[in-house]
Nanobody, 127 residues
Framework: QVRLIESGGGLVQAGGSLRLSCAAS????????MAWFRQAPGKDREFVSA????????DYADSVLGRFTISRENGKSAVDLQMSSLKPEDTAVYFC????????????????????WGQGTQVTVSS
């Protein structure tokens, strides 16, 4: 069984920064692709960013491109999300997700692509 544990959420003013972390435990290679999604109140869970097993291939939602950076050490089952220039519309519960398939095995922006999910961490950006 794979467990994903997120940390690093909190309250920040608009324009500020936060760093989220996620660590995965479980069988080897169960988290080849790792990603972050977010869900604001009353809205569907949406893709934020994804990263490959080696950490050198990444993907971002247009809404966070240039402001958020996903990072991962080669072969490690842990991922960080550095969030800068935060906006009130970034307020949401942020979820870490992982899947044993490789980065180009499907559409990494779909919730259904991921086998494993964390419990989520709240990020609140005040105006």
């Amino acid at each position: 069984q794979v467990r994903l544990i997120e940390s690093g959420g909190g309250l920040v003013q608009a324009g500020g920064s936060l760093r989220l972390s996620c660590a995965a435990s479980g069988r080897p290679y169960s988290s080849r692709t790792m990603a972050w999604f977010r869900q604001a109140p009353g809205k569907d869970r949406e893709f934020v960013s994804a990263v490959s097993w080696t950490g050198d291939i990444t993907d971002y939602a247009d809404s966070v491109l240039g402001r958020f950076t996903i990072s991962r050490e080669n072969g490690k089952s842990a991922v960080d999300l550095q969030m800068s220039s935060l906006k009130p519309e970034d307020t949401a519960v942020y979820f870490c997700a992982s899947d044993p398939r490789t980065f180009y095995s499907g559409d990494n922006t779909l919730k259904s692509h991921y086998e494993n999910w964390g419990q989520g961490t709240q990020v609140t950006v005040s105006s």
